[in-house]
C-alpha cells in the first residue's frame, strides 16, 4: 500500500522559513516523479513545485521560484520543500504527489498518489 505523509507545517511569520517533509513508502521511491501542491482556503488546488526521479530535473510555480526548494533523499524515501522568505499568500493545506508520469506537467490529474496534507500558515 502506496502511503505518502507529509509533515513539518506550522505557523510562521511572514519572512520566515518552514521546510515540509513527505515520507514515502510502498512504492518504488526512485522510480517516482514527485510533486508538491497547495490548496488556499476557496481556492483550488494549485502546483507548487516538482523533481524527477533522480533529482536533476526540478520544476517550480512563478510565484515561489527564488523562495522554495524541492529536494529529494531516495535513500530514505522522503521528499522535502525548503520555504524561505514566506508571505501571507503562502497559507495552504500543502499536499504530495507521486507520478509515474514525467514531472514536466503541472496538472494534478497527472499525479497517482497523494499525502493528507499538512497545514502552514503565515502571520502578516
Known amino acids: 500500500q502506496v502511503r505518502l505523509v507529509e509533515s513539518g507545517g506550522g505557523l510562521v511569520q511572514a519572512g520566515g522559513s518552514l521546510r515540509v517533509s513527505c515520507a514515502a513508502s510502498?512504492?518504488?521511491?526512485?522510480?517516482?516523479?514527485m510533486g508538491w501542491f497547495r490548496q488556499a482556503p476557496g481556492k483550488e488546488r494549485e502546483f507548487v513545485s516538482s523533481?524527477?526521479?533522480?533529482?536533476?530535473?526540478?520544476y517550480y510555480q512563478d510565484a515561489v521560484k527564488g523562495r522554495f526548494t524541492i529536494s529529494r533523499d531516495n535513500a530514505e524515501n522522503t521528499l522535502y520543500l525548503q520555504m524561505n522568505s514566506l508571505k501571507p499568500e503562502d497559507t495552504a493545506v500543502y499536499y504530495c504527489?507521486?507520478?509515474?508520469?514525467?514531472?514536466?506537467?503541472?496538472?494534478?490529474?497527472?499525479?497517482?498518489?497523494w499525502g493528507q496534507g499538512t497545514q502552514v500558515t503565515v502571520s502578516s
Open positions: 504527489a507521486a507520478t509515474l508520469g514525467g514531472v514536466g506537467t503541472r496538472t494534478d490529474t497527472n499525479y497517482n498518489y
Open positions: 510502498g512504492l518504488a521511491f526512485r522510480r517516482f516523479g
Open positions: 523533481i524527477s526521479g533522480t533529482g536533476v530535473y526540478t
